[in-house]
């Protein structure tokens, strides 16, 4: 049984979006691989579901019970007053994957979600060479990267003369949601020759409905996320392109930045990581890649 003078310096905890997601699962593996490196304990926590308000309880714990810094995505103007609340007791606020830069926070790390929307915005109007009638599948109209991600890409292709969104639709991050309302999209606007997904699993959904409807090869589609479905999906040519995000990059990185903070040394506001695209053409070398990280 380990003494108290065996266990590791630093506490953290660690608060997730959905413990039942293959990115979020990325983000922990990265944090938890830190435990090997440093000498930390990374308590790893989120919904199993989506839930900002379960979030919200488990940083509410993560406060009471004094650990030594805290990691959470901050989804919503909600998180401010308990990052304060963590800031105001001595315990170190690193946003990851969605920032709250009006917060005490120390400094957040993730993708820069308006510029990952301008670059699935460049990306469709050089895939559709500029022609395209776009619905849009977000996962979630409250939640602060979905709505940059929106944000990013109309600024983009709305200023292209041959390209015009004609719908937005909420999928509440399932692909569930996400199949219905393409499928409904589709089927009231038969128009429609593209489809952005700016959820993970929002690209499953809008492959699911496009290929009921046997619409899948007139139908030019872009998602977030390289998770293995969706990466099947790019081979199988039903989705074209992929947003890749570095989520196993964040949690690692984030536990570093925080052991920084606590020894006083000096850390930037914000740390991005990269976003890339992926298509059929460098999936192998893409898939290649990814086998090398750690």
């Known amino acids: 049984m380990p003494t108290e003078s065996s266990l590791p310096t630093y506490h953290f905890a660690l608060i997730g979006e959905e413990m039942d997601h293959d990115y979020w699962r990325l983000v922990g593996e990265g944090a938890k691989d830190t435990e090997a490196q440093y000498d930390v304990l990374v308590e790893y926590g989120g919904p199993r579901r989506s839930n900002p308000e379960e979030q919200l309880k488990l940083l509410d714990i ?19 007053p308990m990052i304060e609340k963590a800031v105001n007791q001595g315990i170190p606020v690193i946003t990851i994957d969605t920032d709250a830069p009006e917060s005490p926070r120390s400094a957040y790390i993730g993708t820069d979600n308006y510029a990952a929307g301008q670059l699935a915005g460049r990306t469709l109007v050089e895939d559709t060479e500029g022609e395209a009638t776009v619905g849009i599948i977000t996962g979630s109209f409250d939640n602060a990267h979905h709505r940059l991600r929106v944000e990013g890409f109309q600024d983009v292709v709305e200023g292209e003369e041959g390209i015009e969104i004609v719908a937005i639709e909420e999928s509440n991050i ?32 809008m492959a699911a409905a496009a290929e009921s409807l046997e619409m899948v090869e007139d139908l030019y589609m872009i998602n977030f996320d390289t998770l293995e479905e969706n990466l099947q999906l790019v081979e199988q040519e039903k989705i074209d392109a992929l947003i890749d995000q570095k989520p196993y990059e964040m949690g690692y990185r984030s536990v570093e930045l925080m052991l920084d903070i606590l020894k006083g040394q000096p850390v930037q506001d914000v740390y991005h990581t990269e976003a890339s695209i992926v298509h059929k053409e460098n999936i192998d070398q893409y898939k290649a890649q990814a086998s090398e990280v750690p």
Do not use: W
């Not at 993560?62 to 401010?80: H, T």
């Not at 219905?180 to 959904?205: C, F, H, Q, V």
């Open 62 to 80: 993560a406060i009471k019970s004094k650990v030594d810094g805290i990691m959470v995505q901050a989804l919503n103007d909600d998180f401010l």
């Open 174 to 205: 399932t692909r569930v949601v996400a199949e219905e309302k393409a499928y409904t999209m589709l089927n009231e606007k038969p128009d429609i020759t593209a489809l952005y997904g700016t959820s993970a699993l929002d690209g499953i959904g």
